[in-house]
């Protein structure tokens, strides 16, 4: 691998870290191009060649994965647990969750409340329930 590739593929990797780290912060592409030391076009043609999807995608699956678990794991409210994770609103929330995952969050909640008082392991839940990109 090339020193240019390398040093691409670091720039790259310190913007999807960011959006680990502050997935539930109001993230922009130029504040993540400027993460990187890139063009916001650069970033975003080079994030999806080296992840396999644009950013906006990958911080609404990261987002959907901690929603996922606050919803197995709290009892809060669907509205709650979507602004705490950054959504701007409840409707965009849903929408997102369902083509992610396959359901709605009130569905996905309901579905794992039962599989837990069935007595399916949790390790085993959590593998088939996982969101795919």
Sequence with gaps: MS???EETNRRMLRARDAMDR???QPLDVP???RIAHVSEAH???TFRATFG???HRYLQ???VERAMFL???TDRSVTDICFQVGFGSPGTFSRTFRDIVGRSPRAYRKEKETAAATGVPT???MAWTRPTA
């Design 43 to 45: 970033f975003t043609r």
């Design 3 to 5: 020193r240019a590739a």
């Design 53 to 55: 999807e644009t950013p």
């Design 61 to 63: 699956r990261r987002r």
């Design 71 to 73: 919803l197995r794991e």
């Design 31 to 33: 504040a993540l191009a």
């Design 123 to 125: 390790c085993f839940t």
């Design 22 to 24: 502050a997935y539930a």
